[in-house]
C-alpha cells in the first residue's frame, strides 16, 4: 500500500492545498460565518481529492492489470461453485478479494457484504477489511451497517495493520473528524510495514492537519 509512490504526490498536495486554505480563512476572511463556511467547503474539497484518488494508493492497485484468460476461467467456477453453495465463506472471500483486485469495486462490495451478512457475529479480518474498501470506492457516503462498530472489530484484530489505520483515517477525514484522522495515521508513522519515505510524508500531513485544528480552535474564539 505504502510503496507507491503516488501515494506521496497526493499527500503533498493535500499539505499545499491545507496550508493555502487554512491561509485563507485566517487571513482574508472577516465573517466568521464565512470562515466557518469557507473551511467546511475547503475541508470537503480535501476529503473529496483523497477518495477520488484512493485507487491510486490502495495497495490493492497495482494487481489492476487484466487477468489471464485461466483466471477468468478460474473465476467462472467459483461463481458457479457459489451458486450451488451460496454460504461458502471462503469461495465469497476469495471472489471478493479478486474483484478488488481488478478494480470491480461493486461486484466486490455484494460478495464481502454477503460474507459479512453471513458471518454474524464471527468477525473475519480479510472479510471486513474487504467490505470496508468495497463499501468505500462504491458508497461513501452510505455504510449500510454499523461503520464504526466494524472499524474497530477490525483494529481489534490487527490494530497495526497499514490498510486499516489508512481506510479508518480516511472515513474520519471524509466525516470531518480531524482529531480521529490523526490518531489513526499516527499509527502509520513509526511503522515497520511503511517506508521512512511514506512516513515523513505522513508526518508532514499530519502537521497539516493538526494547523487545520488550531485554525478552528482560532475561528471559534473569534
Given at each position: 500500500?505504502?510503496?507507491?509512490?503516488?501515494?506521496?504526490?497526493?499527500?503533498?498536495?493535500?499539505?499545499?492545498?491545507?496550508?493555502?486554505?487554512?491561509?485563507?480563512?485566517?487571513?482574508t476572511l472577516s465573517s466568521n460565518l464565512w470562515k466557518n463556511s469557507a473551511y467546511a467547503i475547503a475541508f470537503l474539497m480535501l476529503s473529496s481529492f483523497i477518495y477520488l484518488n484512493y485507487e491510486a494508493v490502495s495497495n490493492l492497485k497495482e494487481s489492476q492489470e487484466a487477468a489471464s484468460e485461466q483466471v477468468i476461467d478460474s473465476v467462472d467456477q467459483l461463481e458457479e461453485f457459489l451458486i450451488e453453495n451460496p454460504n461458502d465463506l471462503r469461495v465469497i472471500k476469495a471472489l471478493g478479494s479478486h474483484y478488488i483486485q481488478i478494480g470491480?469495486?461493486?461486484?466486490?462490495?455484494?460478495?464481502?457484504?454477503?460474507?459479512?451478512?453471513?458471518?454474524?457475529?464471527?468477525?473475519?479480518?480479510?472479510?471486513?477489511?474487504?467490505?470496508?474498501e468495497s463499501t468505500l470506492m462504491v458508497r461513501p457516503n452510505d455504510f449500510p451497517y454499523d461503520i464504526d462498530q466494524l472499524i474497530e472489530e477490525t483494529l481489534i484484530m490487527n490494530p497495526e495493520n497499514t490498510q486499516i489505520l489508512w481506510l479508518s483515517g480516511l472515513i474520519a477525514m471524509g466525516r470531518g473528524d480531524v482529531q480521529l484522522t490523526i490518531k489513526r495515521w499516527s499509527g502509520l508513522v513509526d511503522n515497520p510495514e511503511v517506508s521512512l519515505e511514506?512516513?515523513?510524508?505522513?508526518?508532514?500531513?499530519?502537521?497539516q492537519l493538526k494547523k487545520m485544528e488550531e485554525g478552528v480552535a482560532i475561528l471559534n474564539d473569534q
Open positions: 500500500m505504502f510503496s507507491d509512490p503516488v501515494f506521496i504526490s497526493i499527500t503533498l498536495l493535500a499539505s499545499l492545498g491545507l496550508l493555502f486554505c487554512l491561509s485563507i480563512l485566517i487571513n470491480r469495486f461493486e461486484l466486490a462490495y455484494e460478495k464481502f457484504l454477503k460474507g459479512y451478512q453471513i458471518h454474524g457475529d464471527n468477525s473475519d479480518f480479510d472479510m471486513n477489511l474487504g467490505l470496508i511514506i512516513q515523513n510524508s505522513i508526518s508532514t500531513q499530519l502537521d
